[in-house]
């Protein structure tokens, strides 16, 4: 069993700046991969970004490119996310999940087989 506890979420206007946390706990070996997902009002949960643990790739969303960096400290078993240019249809609830890095697949859309999620951090931002 992996736990997972996202904070940092607010309220913000466009153009500023958050940063997300999702610490780790339990069984954390077991998974190699982490990522950054996001539930806007209304729509379909979507990848926002993700990261190998072990070996260090990162993976974009193309809606979020050159304004998310996603980043681990390995010692806090923490991943954050941070999300600077913040735009209105960034608004979510944002969720980080752990599942495993398949070298084939990460490139196109992070990681696979995600088998534990947290309970979400709320983000809006006002224009």
């Known amino acids: 069993q992996v736990q997972l506890v996202e904070s940092g979420g607010g309220s913000v206007q466009a153009g500023g700046s958050l940063r997300l946390s999702c610490s780790a706990s339990?069984?954390?070996?077991?998974?190699?991969?982490l990522g950054w997902f996001r539930q806007p009002p209304g729509k379909e949960r979507e990848g926002v970004a993700a990261?190998?643990?072990?070996?260090?790739?990162?993976y974009y969303d193309d809606s979020v490119k050159g304004r998310f960096i996603i980043s681990q400290d390995n010692a806090k078993n923490t991943v954050y996310l941070q999300m600077n240019n913040l735009r209105p249809e960034d608004t979510a609830m944002y969720y980080c999940?752990?599942?495993?890095?398949?070298?084939?697949?990460?490139?196109?859309?992070?990681?696979?087989?995600?088998?534990?999620w947290g309970q979400g951090t709320q983000v809006t931002v006002s224009s």
């Open positions: 990261i190998a643990t072990r070996v260090g790739p990162t």
């Open positions: 999940a752990a599942g495993v890095y398949d070298y084939w697949r990460f490139w196109r859309s992070g990681c696979v087989s995600l088998g534990y």
């Open positions: 339990g069984n954390t070996g077991s998974s190699s991969c």
